[in-house]
């Protein structure tokens, strides 16, 4: 799968995903740090690749409906601190990605620290 890693998630991130098989580019690289939440959906949409991020505006549908996108990935662990983080996207997430025939483009899910809920 193709991701994209928002600014505000660590760098073990996009290492732990790559060591997963995932294509993953990160905000960073693309000198996107800092721009607007629409620059960045955009930029997704136009590169085809799911978002991740810790930005809760991202789970606002009526603001980024999720038909629009090629995947919406919002991480809302009890903490936002690298290691939660890495512990959500270590155990929750990517078990999860390795589904067979997977797609999760027209789709949000928000991801906590034990569960997946989808939107689509």
Sequence with gaps: MRFKLDENLPLEAADALRACGHDVDTVADEGLTGAKDPAISAACAQE??????????????????????PGLLVL???????????R????VLAPRLDA?????S???WIVDDSRIREHA
């Design 88 to 91: 959500v996207i270590e155990q």
């Design 48 to 69: 085809g690749r799911a978002l991740i991020t810790l930005d809760l505006d991202f789970a606002n549908i009526v603001a980024y409906p999720p038909g629009r996108y």
């Design 106 to 108: 027209g789709r949000l």
């Design 100 to 104: 067979p025939g997977l797609d999760l």
């Design 76 to 86: 809302r662990p009890a903490r936002q601190n690298a290691r939660a983080v890495m």
